[in-house]
């Protein structure tokens, strides 16, 4: 009979905790903890409506390994899956080995003042996780996550060899706002101010932030879309594991309202990560605009459209070249009937509950610190087809 701690209770923590709740079987008990206790229980509410389940809620501050560590020692979970925020990565990683506790997140560690999107922090954690026993699955969201999956399984099925990689994620829908982030607006803004980053032939290619672009025509009348060349987190690891790659690159679509204001917030000084003297008060400007910005959970309602992610791959095949384009849509409207959220949530939260799962039922299950793609996909996309994230392969000429 399996618990699940979740920490955070944000866009995609809300979809994590209703799709375990509709999984009883899976999730015998569910405990959300966060830093404000109204956020777990609304979502708490939610739940008891749309499926009549009770889950318990905690408050708790994920900064202060003790705090957790007296969490999990209450509650005693089998996993503890963090939906809180990157800056927590650590200190729940710590509370994990400090009472024997998987570990599950959907983002990569980054110190508060510096924007740096790099594994390394975490794959320190390595030894003292295999020699607990004990099991950190990093990035079990849609990318990182699903692209990781969708990578391992066409290395899989389709390639003897990958040699080009080109992650494409393309958010089609419209909330109707004038300005707004699609999850925790400080982790977005921060990164894509960031400089672009791509691999090729063995090392990384530094581009100026948003400074190239490709058009890209998205099947099932999502059409063209301008997409921009981001540094993204699963590049580091799927370039280490991926065999004969050659280039790897990220891609998302943004709309020109949407850069304008984010030029405009850059330019005079909003979105500056370190703190400003304002009347005697120490500010971080990108944290006083996240406060002024739409919460990426009130969005839902507002959200029209489709998301459209996916790993365009091309490479070798018994000794002939291939190209794939394997991808999920995901409706924002229908994402919004199922859990109250919107479809970037939901992509997000959907793969986390996935990966809980198959570490609760032990198919993905081994001691250490790893990535997505170093396990076998079938079972993940399998249960991505069951759970409200189907996907398509299409054969490229
Ligand atoms: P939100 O800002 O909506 O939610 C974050 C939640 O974490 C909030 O409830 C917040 O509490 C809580 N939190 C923050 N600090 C602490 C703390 N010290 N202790 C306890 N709780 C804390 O973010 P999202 O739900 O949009 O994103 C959640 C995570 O998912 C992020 O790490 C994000 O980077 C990741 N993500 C991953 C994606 C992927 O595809 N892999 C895509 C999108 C997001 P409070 O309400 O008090 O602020």
């Known amino acids: ?75 005693r979970p089998d996993l503890l899956v963090n939906l809180a925020l990157p800056y927590q990565d650590l200190a729940l ?29 975490q794959w320190a954690y390595r030894e003292r996780f295999e020699k607990a026993g004990l099991m950190a699955l990093l990035g079990s969201g ?9 990578c391992a399984w066409a290395q899989k099925h389709h390639f003897d060899e990958i040699h080009q990689l080109d992650i494409i994620d393309c958010n089609a829908g419209d909330h109707g706002q004038h300005f707004a982030t699609n999850f925790n607006p400080e982790i977005n803004i921060r990164e894509i101010t960031q400089r672009g980053r791509y691999w090729e032939h063995g090392e990384w290619v530094e581009t100026d932030p948003l400074s190239w672009s490709m058009n890209y025509d998205f099947p099932e009348g999502i059409g063209a879309k301008k997409c921009y060349l981001m540094y993204h987190e699963e590049l580091e690891s799927l370039v280490l594991h991926l065999k004969g ?11 020109e309202q ?25 500010i971080v400007p990108i944290q006083f605009l996240k406060k002024v910005l739409p919460e990426p959970a009130s969005l839902g309602p507002l959200t029209k459209g489709r998301t459209c992610i996916g790993c365009l791959l091309k490479g070798v095949k ?4 291939k190209t794939i384009f394997v991808y999920n849509i995901c409706s924002h409207e229908e994402s919004y009937r199922e859990v109250g959220s919107q479809a970037i949530s939901y992509t997000t939260g959907v793969p986390a509950m996935i990966g809980a799962k198959l570490m609760l039922e032990k198919k993905w299950r081994k001691a250490g610190v790893w990535h997505m793609e170093q396990f076998d996909p079938d079972p993940f996309m399998d249960e991505l087809n069951r759970h409200g994230l189907p996907w398509t392969v299409l054969q490229l000429p």
């Not at 809300?14 to 405990?31: N, P």
Request: hydrophobic share 45%; proline share 3%.
């Open 318 to 321: 018994d000794g002939r070249a």
């Open 1 to 75: 009979m399996a618990k699940v701690l979740i920490i955070g209770a944000g866009g995609v923590a809300g979809v994590t905790a209703h799709k375990c709740a509709f999984l009883a079987e899976s999730f015998a008990e569910i405990v959300l903890a966060s830093r404000t206790l109204a956020k777990c229980r609304a979502i708490a509410r939610s739940i008891k409506e749309r499926c009549g389940r009770d889950i318990e809620v905690r408050q708790v501050d994920a900064d202060r390994v003790e705090e957790t560590v007296a969490l999990i020692e209450e509650v």
């Open 245 to 255: 790659l050659k280039r790897a690159r990220f891609w998302m679509t943004f709309g």
């Open 93 to 121: 990683m710590e509370a994990c080995l400090a009472t024997g506790v998987d570990y599950l997140d959907t983002a990569n560690y980054e110190p508060p003042d510096v924007a740096k999107f790099e594994y390394k922090w």
């Open 142 to 150: 849609f990318d990182p996550g699903v692209t990781n999956v969708f």
């Open 258 to 282: 949407y850069l304008t204001h984010l030029r405009v917030l850059e330019n005079v000084g909003m979105t500056r990560i370190d703190p400003v003297d304002f009347n005697g008060q120490q």
